[in-house]
């Protein structure tokens, strides 16, 4: 054990050196290690929001509303369809993941079937002897759906988030139906979760004038119809003002390409927009056909004006108009409006943020207690083992060094419990040396020559050390299979730990040792 | 003369005294469950969902004021603590009827209630879905780390090593949540984290006495077992000493500076690292002379090392 080959040496060197080299940025400040020229590690450790602060927001997307959206969006079908064809039905409606019907006459009911069966694929469709048609979205299709839900939602609360000028936030999927957003720097998550709280699902709706609104408030609400809430307008009794608007979507918020602030001409903040070709023909079609009438504005189930028809709107440019917008509250729906509607809305699981006052206090203290901890432990090591402590004290810095040039190279975030891993494998790191150490003392006692004590040392040490370490290890790794967030990276910190103390612990001082020994060939050892 | 905390040969009768620590940690865990069942642990927001704010005011003292702003929101339980210093106070609400929409609700009328002036250190909200799962994981992580180290010290040993390492093991993650139930102390995702350390820690002290155990049934065929264990036990001894203490300097500077955040969770880790090397000498040990660790062990092992290198 103690014949080490060139090229072993060599190699060992040559970690350690890289080891110094990715470490070493982390002593400079953050503008002079990102100027550093492409050939040389620039990457420092990246703080996790407990120790920068920031925020940390687990969101999950309601993907039912999409699928209860598309199921309502096929029962309409089916019904126009099956009123153009003069088919009568009954018990049209949809359940949590199928749309049902019952064609009246028996002799109809194959027709109906085949097309309802044409309207839509991804569905199971059925035709029962009572003469019920039913079409269940199958597996595969609520999985589609749920995925593409979940990624535009991604894509969406980026476009939202990215022009508020925060600093790199992350965002991700988690699991089926989660997103992961984490935004640095941001202490105050009430800002993220207003621009993230709303669909920003805008339409616009023809109002129904055949249906009465006093019998639609008395439950009697006509099919094709629906009744919707003013944003701003009350009536006397303080209960907002209702509208009963035909439920098909005359122009949809999908065709927006743009949106921002403007003024009406009472120079009151608006919201301009407009939109692409397609949706542009519909809105000058319409505005042509419905001169004179009113046409609601609707955001997210309310609507927000329902303006008369003055002219035809042709171009698709048009501005939206509120008694209560504010420049800052048309700000906001300007910027939600032209990143797009999220396709179902977001529900906040879990939320922690972290001040920049608390990281800097954690950043400092784990500072404090890891000096102070490495301290004790090198100075400790050479009071007990004398100069085997001193080599046992480099190999530990070279563990530190390699932990941090590790963190900084792989890109791991250090956390909070991060840092108390690193204290803890101070701690820890020694003990493979410790193991060495002892069993040399014990191979002197046998009367062993020097180099063959501490050659039989460093062998028979080796087996316990590497079971020892592995199932330390197997706990790491369980700890980032099952934790989240911050232990996971305690258990990255815990892992990298074990394997590098494993290696400078048996690797550099074996080399120290060995080639103290072959030069100043000792007759005796004291450790 | 180096420095030296024990004799060069250091001759403790442990294996003598085994039936002291079996009743010893037999009254632990029984306790600890005790504890455990009639007590409980004071769950911490991860597990149990609700709002947690850590808020800096301007001046010292404010406890009293601040919650008696709070205590007529109608939010049910609200604790108020001291945290780390004068001017730093923790607020715990418990979770909302009604799910994720209420939590964020209720953060609202919090921050509104506290006005001014004040200065937000951290806001945690865990939702009742959320704080369900990262329970279960914390349950499994256990679990499944104490199952993959069994099965793993059952491959290297026998499988008198590994149910021994085990039952030490079990010995100190079920003595780890008595003395949390027992102090009070908040048992948190960062305890788990900790119960797993002190997993690893235990059965890294357990594996290294296990390893002279294995090497000595080898050399000394006819040494009786207890002898031979107890050998084991002290040859290790000077190792588990210094290494424990090394650990215990690195902790003891988390626990007095690392900050207030992280202080039980160090406390976690100082206990564990006493209960683990006690267990590993105590219990881990002496167990196998009752599991009956059969002597074959180590000629198989040296038989199947010739035999491969033969190949």
């Given amino acids: ?527 | 003369m180096r420095l030296r905390l024990l004799p060069a040969n250091p001759n403790v009768q442990f294996l003598k005294r085994r039936m002291l620590f079996f009743v010893f940690s037999a009254i632990l865990v029984a306790t600890s469950v005790g504890l455990f069942t009639i007590k409980g642990l004071s769950y911490g927001i991860d597990f149990t969902g609700g709002i947690m704010i850590e808020v800096k005011t301007p001046e010292p003292n404010q406890i009293g004021e601040l919650r008696s702003k709070l205590s007529g929101l109608g939010l049910g339980s609200i604790e108020l603590q001291e945290f780390g210093a004068p001017d730093d106070i923790l607020i715990r609400v418990q979770v909302q009827e009604g799910g994720e929409k209420a939590n964020a609700a209720a953060v609202n009328a919090v921050k509104t209630a506290l006005g001014e002036g004040i200065e937000y250190r951290r806001t945690e909200v865990v939702g009742p879905k959320v704080s369900d799962e990262l329970f279960w994981n914390g349950v499994y992580a256990v679990v499944s780390a104490i199952l993959a180290i069994l099965v793993y010290i059952w491959f290297r040993f026998e499988w008198q090593f590994g149910l021994g390492a085990v039952v030490a093991l079990t010995h100190d993650v079920v003595s780890t949540i008595g003395i949390f139930s027992l102090l009070g102390l908040e048992f948190n995702l960062a305890t788990v984290a900790a119960v797993l350390t002190i997993a690893g820690y235990s059965i890294n002290d357990t594996v290294v006495v296990f390893d002279r155990v294995r090497e000595n049934l080898r050399k000394y065929k006819t040494k009786p077992m207890e002898e031979l264990l107890n050998q084991s036990a002290n040859e290790t001894l000077a190792r588990t000493v210094m290494t424990s203490l090394t650990t215990m300097l690195a902790l003891l500077s988390l626990y007095f500076l690392g900050g207030e955040i992280i202080r039980d969770f160090a406390f976690a880790m100082i206990w564990g690292v006493i209960i683990g090397t006690y267990s590993s000498i105590g219990l881990a040990v002496p167990l196998l002379l009752h599991l009956g660790v059969e002597r074959r062990t180590g000629d198989d092992e040296e038989k199947s090392t010739i035999e491969q290198t033969s190949l």
Avoid at chain 1, 273 to 283: I, Q, S, Y
């Fill in chain 1, 1 to 527: 054990m103690l014949k080490i080959e060139t090229w072993k040496k060599a190699l060992v060197a040559l970690i350690c050196a890289l080891g110094l080299a990715f470490a070493a940025p982390n002593l400079l400040d953050e503008q002079t290690a990102a100027d550093l020229p492409d050939f040389l590690p620039k990457n420092q450790i990246n703080l996790g929001l407990d120790l920068q602060g920031g925020s940390h927001l687990l969101l999950e997307v309601e993907v039912g509303v999409v699928v209860r959206e598309r199921l309502e969006a096929l029962v309409d079908t089916i019904r126009t369809e099956l009123r153009k064809e003069r088919i009568r039905y009954t018990g049209l409606g949809a359940s949590a993941t199928g749309v049902a019907v019952t064609i009246k006459d028996p002799a109809l009911a194959e027709r109906a079937y085949d097309l309802i069966r044409a309207m839509e694929s991804g569905f199971d469709s059925e035709l029962l002897d009572d003469g019920q048609v039913t079409m269940t979205m199958t597996e595969q299709t609520l999985k589609e759906v749920r995925i593409q839900a979940v990624e535009q939602s991604v894509e969406i609360v980026r476009r939202r988030v990215d022009p508020q000028g925060v600093k790199e936030p992350t965002i991700t999927r988690q699991g089926e139906e989660r997103i992961l957003l984490q935004v640095p720097g941001e202490d105050d998550p009430e800002k993220l979760k207003s621009i993230i709280g709303q669909t920003a699902k805008l339409t616009f709706h023809l109002l129904d004038h055949q249906g009465s609104l006093a019998d639609a408030m008395a439950g009697r609400v006509p099919p094709g119809s629906m009744l919707l809430p003013s944003i701003d307008e009350f009536e006397a009794n303080g209960r907002p003002r209702m509208y009963l608007l035909k439920k098909r979507v005359s122009v949809s918020g999908d065709t927006l390409v743009s949106a921002s602030l403007g003024f009406d001409e009472r120079n009151r903040p608006a919201v301009n927009f407009r939109l692409d070709a397609v949706g542009g023909k519909k809105f000058a079609d319409i505005t042509r056909e419905n001169l004179g009438l009113p046409f609601a504005i609707v955001l997210d189930g309310k609507v927000i004006s329902a303006p008369t028809i003055q002219g035809i709107i042709p171009g698709g440019s048009g501005q939206i108009t509120s008694g209560t917008f504010t420049t800052e509250s048309a700000k906001e729906l300007a910027l939600l409006l032209s990143a797009g509607a999220l396709p179902a809305p977001l529900t906040v699981l879990e939320e922690r943020s972290v001040g920049p006052g608390l990281g800097q206090d954690s950043v400092d203290a784990g500072r404090v207690a890891s000096m102070l901890g490495l301290a004790l432990v090198i100075g400790f090591m050479v009071v007990y083992y004398g100069r085997f402590g001193v080599y046992a004290d480099v190999a530990l810095i070279m563990n530190m060094v390699l932990i941090v040039a590790m963190l900084s190279a792989f890109g791991a975030t250090l956390t909070l419990p991060g840092i108390a891993g690193i204290v803890l494998t101070i701690g820890m790191a020694v003990d493979a040396n410790v193991l060495v150490f002892e069993r040399i003392r014990e191979e002197l006692r046998t009367d062993r020559g020097v180099f063959s004590a501490v050659d039989a040392g460093y062998k028979r040490a080796l087996g316990t050390i590497i079971d020892a370490n592995i199932t330390t290890l197997i706990a790491a790794t369980l700890l980032f299979a099952f934790g989240s967030g911050p232990v996971q990276g305690f258990a990255v910190t815990l892992a990298i730990g074990i394997v590098s103390s494993m290696f400078t612990a048996i690797w550099v001082t074996r080399i120290l040792v060995a080639t103290w020994l072959h030069r100043t060939k000792p007759k005796t050892l004291e450790i």
